[in-house]
């Protein structure tokens, strides 16, 4: 763990202000969720919650069968970073923090879809072999989770509307799995 060196203390309604470089650093926006976890030696760890995250081995299972049905890349991400990844960029774009091209995509809560002759958006700031091909927001209860992601090499043809649909069609099942 990483000491800050900044000391906040704990007001009389029992909270505790994180600050706005940490949050910015972190990513961390007003009405995100956090995680408190407890160590036994007194310590308090504060982890963003991610409830996409807790569907990660059905999100894997999903890009899987989302491969084998169009032999493209399938990835799916929560708001802050890509959390399954199926046919090849894996080791590029794993974890990887989304780019804010691709936050704003899902803000917008609109269906995106690379065209040819348009400029190709990237998954990720860390990466710049893959981008953009389609991507399709995650709703639940009118709040954006993450999004279904069709990448394709930087260069390459542009989405199909079957990928569309397919991307619209898992995002709307795993909205509603988030709401059951």
């Not at 202000?17 to 308090?44: A, N, Q, S, W, Y």
């Not at 079957?162 to 795993?174: G, H, P, S, W, Y």
Request: net charge negative; aromatic share 4%; proline share 5%.
């Amino acid at each position: 763990m990483k000491a800050t060196g900044i000391v906040r203390r704990i007001d009389d309604l029992g909270r505790v202000v994180i600050p706005k470089e940490i949050r910015r650093t972190m990513r961390i926006r007003e009405g995100d969720p956090l995680e408190i976890f407890t160590e036994k030696d007194g310590e308090l760890i504060f982890k963003k919650y991610s409830p996409i995250g807790e569907l990660s081995e059905f999100a894997a299972a999903i890009c899987d069968s989302l491969r084998k049905a169009t032999d493209g890349i399938a990835a799916i991400c929560d708001r802050d970073a890509v959390i399954a990844i199926s046919g090849g960029a894996r080791r590029e774009l794993m974890e990887k923090p989304v780019s804010s091209q691709l936050s704003e995509i899902m803000e917008g809560r609109g269906t995106y879809r690379h065209t040819s002759g348009g400029s190709s958006l990237p998954v990720s700031p860390a990466d710049d072999k893959y981008c953009l091909s389609v991507a399709a927001p995650i709703l639940s209860e009118g709040d954006v989770m993450g999004c279904v992601l069709f990448i394709t090499p930087r260069g390459s043809a542009p989405g199909s509307e079957v990928e569309q649909k397919l991307a619209q069609t898992i995002a709307l099942f795993l909205g509603r799995q988030m709401e059951s």
